[in-house]
T-cell receptor, first 113, second 108 residues
Framework: DAGITQSPRYKITETGRQVTLMCHQTWSHSYMFWYRQDLGHGLRLIYYSAAADITDKGEVPDGYVVSRSKTENFPLTLESATRSQTSVYFC????????????FGSGTRLTVV | TQLLEQSPQFLSIQEGENLTVYCNSSSVFSSLQWYRQEPGEGPVLLVTVVTGGEVKKLKRLTFQFGDARKDSSLHITAAQPGDTGLYLCAGVSDKLIFGTGTRLQVFP
């Protein structure tokens, strides 16, 4: 089915471990985004990508790494997970910047213990 | 840093009541979007308003963009339990800036 898929839906990891969250979209959208959603902070942009091999930092990029070797995939890696990275992570895609609407995945709930 | 403040933060009402959610900023945006998010899911786009003063209707939902393009409102007429969710406004500049959210609960 067309859409945007995130995996896993739930993940528990230990402090210091590396973990990768996957995002795959079938819309062929140019832009992809990673957000984290926390109570009291709303949705905050971590990284975004305008096209394959082009990525840029958002509001809260520290501790995260992204790559985009293919248009349809945009994985987010936590290099050494910390408890402060416990959150719900959303991937989104869009045809472009500006007034284009974003299509969001269903999210990954990550707990760092 | 551009900020979008939404009010109220929480709203709990009975089915059939009317309500208004506000989204305010000190910044001007080229356009503004409203999303609804249900538990366990990502936000879903409801509407985009582009012109200052613009009003858009989506069934029982009415969206308005302020004349100065700094604020917006969402009015729901005769709320239903299916309207329950988190409502997010998002200002459009070079990227989307999301508001703080309004959590709506409609009881039967």
């Amino acid at each position: 089915d067309a859409g945007i898929t995130q995996s896993p839906r739930y993940k528990i990891t230990e402090t210091g471990r590396q973990v990768t969250l996957m995002c795959h979209q079938t819309w062929s959208h140019s832009y992809m985004f990673w957000y984290r959603q926390d109570l009291g902070h709303g949705l905050r942009l971590i990284y975004y990508s305008a096209a394959a091999d082009i990525t840029d930092k958002g509001e809260v990029p520290d501790g995260y790494v992204v790559s985009r070797s293919k248009t349809e995939n945009f994985p987010l890696t936590l290099e050494s997970a910390t408890r402060s990275q416990t959150s719900v992570y959303f991937c989104a895609s869009s045809e472009g910047q500006g007034w284009y609407g974003y299509t969001f995945g269903s999210g990954t709930r990550l707990t760092v213990v | 840093t551009q900020l979008l403040e939404q009010s109220p933060q929480f709203l709990s009402i009975q089915e059939g009541e009317n309500l208004t959610v506000y989204c305010n900023s000190s910044s001007v945006f080229s356009s503004l979007q409203w999303y609804r998010q249900e538990p366990g899911e990502g936000p879903v786009l409801l509407v985009t308003v582009v012109t200052g003063g613009e009003v858009k209707k989506l069934k029982r939902l009415t969206f308005q963009f302020g004349d100065a393009r700094k604020d917006s409102s969402l009015h729901i007429t005769a709320a239903q339990p299916g309207d329950t969710g988190l409502y997010l406004c998002a200002g459009v500049s070079d990227k989307l800036i999301f508001g703080t959210g309004t959590r709506l609960q409609v009881f039967p």
